[in-house]
């Protein structure tokens, strides 16, 4: 029989994304609510191994559901990936009687949320949280749509000056295996041209359209590339430009402000949404578990599935691309 959760720890693992806050939110009072005492762990699985965790209470929550960022800070732990370090954690954890966790983080997160639970007696929920939307199981992804939002406002004020100019402009967005925040920000941007790590960059098709483009007298272009093609940013201007000397072409790279910000209220609601639903899964004993919404609907699969799957872009999505970038 599954032992009863009474003390739960929440972490914030990875990269950040926005939208962490307002679910950290969700699970402390949905926890609270239900009598379990709940615990913050400080910057990710680092917290759990060093023991920097604290008490959380009703308004240790106050004032964050629009904050981007994450009160319980995040890292990339290194000791985690060895047994010693996991052990360690285990050891931190028990002292403290805690015996539920809930995993904001993104896939790197789940994997070591899955060893964890098959070494220890200690339930994982995994929530996904990440501006890469990279993950199976889940239509959507805390902080993708701020993510996304972030690139078209600063993608739109683009347009204006590379209109003002006539210029061709290739704008790099993030995603290093993904290309879900060049896809999504380049159509809602009417972009001419978007490039993803997920599908083969042909520059010569590139470099024919813009010169058919060029003979028409369409001389504004944008180019959304994400940071994980083949080329990037930078390369790609390099490589148009030895072909087409004249064109005037500027490169603009996003960066990390498309992590930070305050979340959307889509963001929000999501975040919400999957915290209340992890906590409800740990005391309804579906345990060891990735928390996803599916059809508008939350979607429960063991961790050891999630970790083994990616979330791949549909090919209906590249053919809108093709028909409306013209
Ligand atoms: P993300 O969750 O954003 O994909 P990472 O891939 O960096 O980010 O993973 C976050 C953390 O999860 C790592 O720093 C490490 O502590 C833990 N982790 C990732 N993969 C493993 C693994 N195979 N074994 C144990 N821990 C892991």
Request: aromatic share 6%; net charge neutral.
């Amino acid at each position: 029989m599954k032992k009863e959760v009474t003390k739960i720890g929440v972490l914030t693992s990875g990269g950040d994304s926005p939208g962490m806050n307002a679910c950290i939110r969700a699970v402390v009072r949905s926890g609270l609510y239900y009598n379990l005492e709940v615990y913050g762990i400080m910057r990710g699985y680092s917290g759990m191994v060093e023991n920097d965790i604290i008490k959380m209470e009703s308004r240790s929550v106050a004032n964050i559901i629009q904050r981007g960022g994450t009160i319980l800070k995040t890292s990339r732990c290194k000791e985690f990936y060895t047994p010693e370090g996991r052990q360690q954690a285990y050891n931190n954890l028990k002292k403290l009687g805690i015996n539920g966790l809930v995993i904001i983080g993104g896939d790197g997160s789940f994997r070591g949320a899955q060893i964890f639970s098959n070494e220890f007696d200690i339930p994982c929920i995994g929530l996904p949280g990440t501006i890469d939307k990279d993950i199976a199981g889940t239509d959507f992804t805390i902080g993708f749509d701020t993510a996304v939002n972030t690139a078209v406002e600063a993608i739109d004020k683009i347009r204006d000056t590379a209109d003002a100019h006539d210029r061709l402009f290739i704008i790099e967005v993030m995603g290093r295996d993904a290309g879900y925040i060049a896809l999504h920000s380049g159509i809602a941007t009417g972009a001419e041209n978007i490039l993803i790590p997920e599908k083969k960059t042909d520059i010569d098709s590139i470099i024919k359209s813009l010169q058919e483009k060029e003979k028409r007298q369409k001389l504004v272009n944008l180019i959304v590339v994400a940071e994980g093609e083949k080329f990037g940013g930078v390369e790609l201007e390099k490589m148009i430009k030895e072909r087409m000397p004249l064109l005037e072409t500027r490169v603009c790279i996003l960066g990390h402000i498309q992590r930070g910000g305050s979340p959307t209220c889509f963001d929000r609601l999501i975040a919400s949404r999957m915290g209340y639903s992890a906590v409800e899964s740990l005391i309804e004993g579906r345990h060891n578990i990735f928390v996803g919404i599916l059809n508008n609907k939350m979607h429960y699969i063991p961790l050891d599935e999630a970790v083994k799957k990616k979330q791949h872009i549909s090919e209906e999505w590249l053919k809108i691309v093709k028909i409306l970038a013209t």
